[in-house]
């Protein structure tokens, strides 16, 4: 009954696409269990660049997706992204994809709030997607948001989100931006929604319970990163869900118990996207930050849901050794060691100076407070390509390409077990 839970370490984007599909080869179940279209999980296949925002990766390796109960669900994105899967032969029929009952529902009109509200903030705002993710969880803390079962009755179903509709639009009023999205069309849309949705909604808490306990493999596939945890990230600038391993287990109704292997996923430097603070990104050096970036090249560091162009900056050792630390990961996957060859040095923050103190274990509410930390860099030696041997028959890092794995994997106490250098599917490196 193994339940592999795959998270991101760091601000999200750190390449879980691609270790999720490589990993679901071997799993039979597929699992989201937080967030909504905000993320944006790439996986490379033969030069093609495939995308999933609400499905799982584990949809090209033609298992079982379910998106679980703590996903926040655009049915409109929903429906676009299957068909856009189904025109390139993907199957992506109700047999092999299952929304779970208690997954909430997003409106236009949270899209409309997240907007207002981003607004309303100014110069502190947070640099969401704009895709409602905060307004849609915030109505389901509220206890007012709509959940998939709902839509097995779309006659009720419309007149909830009528209600729904007009309550956001008074808000949206009382905030200073109205909204003229007409509560009825929408209504009518999201009827509609729900009759073509109906066959994908499922008792998904008990359908991967069941698969568990019959031995089959189940794959949790987290979004966003934990430093992006709206409890243990770096609030306020962080997405509304949780983000963190222990989160899997509530985001798809399955107990801890069994959980088997906890995985964490991290670049070789730091990416962000939106606002907030970064204390190792690289600002000024356009050169280096092209560089990072890879712009032009495939795996560009652009936001996959947005096209925003990621912020950059070097490896953050205090806050990969807490990400280790609350998710309790067993496993480490380095991703993109293949974009720092070339260089002559990488700078890697070892500690952080906060109120006088040197710190490289960082307390809880450092995150809420980074920036006011104070990076302290080492000058790790840079390697070339040619340390990097990754053909079909024989893969191996050499030099300081090894030696930079190995320094990781020291300070932060968890095993590198796989290294990915490029963007295919067979571009990795198992240790
Ligand atoms: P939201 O999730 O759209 O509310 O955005 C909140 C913050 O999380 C913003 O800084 C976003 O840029 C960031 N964010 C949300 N989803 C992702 C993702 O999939 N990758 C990286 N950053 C994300």
């Given at each position: 009954m193994p339940m592999i839970v795959i998270v991101g370490?760091?601000?999200?984007?750190?390449?879980k696409g691609k270790i999720v599909d490589l990993y679901a080869a071997n799993a039979d179940v597929v699992a989201r269990w937080n967030g909504g279209a905000n993320a944006g999980h790439t996986v490379w296949l033969n030069d093609k660049k495939y995308v999933t925002h609400l499905l799982p990766s584990g949809l090209l390796q033609g298992k079982v997706c379910v998106l679980g109960g703590g996903m926040v669900i655009d049915p409109e994105k929903f429906l676009k992204e299957i068909s856009d899967f189904a025109v390139q032969?993907?199957?992506?029929?109700s047999d092999r994809i299952m929304i779970s009952a208690s997954a909430h529902i997003v409106l236009p009109t949270h899209k409309a709030l997240d907007e207002a509200l981003e607004k309303a903030r100014g110069k502190g705002a947070i640099g969401t997607t704009k895709q409602g993710i905060g307004p849609a969880y915030a109505d389901k803390k509220k206890g007012r948001g709509l959940q998939?079962?709902?839509?097995?009755?779309p006659s009720e179903f419309r007149s909830q989100v009528l209600q729904l509709s007009r309550a956001h639009n008074l808000e949206l009023n009382r905030l200073g931006?109205?909204?003229?999205?007409d509560a009825h069309y929408t209504a009518d849309k999201y009827q509609k929604y729900a009759n073509q949705l109906a066959g994908y909604v499922q008792d998904t808490s008990r359908y991967l319970r069941q698969r568990l306990e019959a031995g089959k493999t189940v794959l949790a596939e987290g979004a966003q990163g934990t430093l992006l945890d709206v409890n243990y990230g770096t609030r306020p600038y962080v997405?509304?869900?949780?983000?963190?391993?222990?989160s899997a287990t509530i985001g798809l109704g399955v107990s801890p118990k069994f959980i088997t292997k906890i995985i964490g996923v991290a670049k070789c430097f730091q990416t962000r996207v939106g606002e907030g603070p970064m204390p190792t990104e690289i600002l000024g050096d356009e050169k280096l930050i092209k560089h990072l970036r890879s712009e032009?090249?495939?795996?560009?560091?652009?936001?996959?849901?947005?096209?925003r162009p990621r912020r950059v900056g070097w490896l953050c050792l205090p806050s990969l050794c807490l990400a280790a630390r609350i998710n309790d990961l067993d496993e480490l996957v380095l991703t993109k060691l293949d974009v720092l060859s070339g260089l002559e040095n990488v700078k890697v923050c070892e500690s952080y100076k906060y109120q006088g103190q040197e710190l490289a274990n960082l307390p809880d509410d450092a995150m809420a407070n980074l920036k006011d930390y104070t990076p302290h860099y080492q000058d790790w030696l840079g390697w070339n390509e040619k340390e990097i041997v990754c053909r079909p028959d024989y893969q191996e890092l050499r030099g300081q390409a090894l030696s930079y794995v190995q320094k990781v994997e020291r300070a932060v106490g968890v095993p590198v077990k796989l290294v990915s250098v490029g963007t295919d599917r067979n571009q990795v490196i198992f240790r």
């Open positions: 370490a760091q601000w999200g984007d750190e390449g032969g993907v199957d992506v029929s998939a079962w709902q839509m097995l009755f931006f109205p909204c003229n999205l997405t509304h869900s949780s983000t963190i391993a222990g032009g090249l495939p795996g560009e560091e652009k936001g996959a849901t947005t096209g």
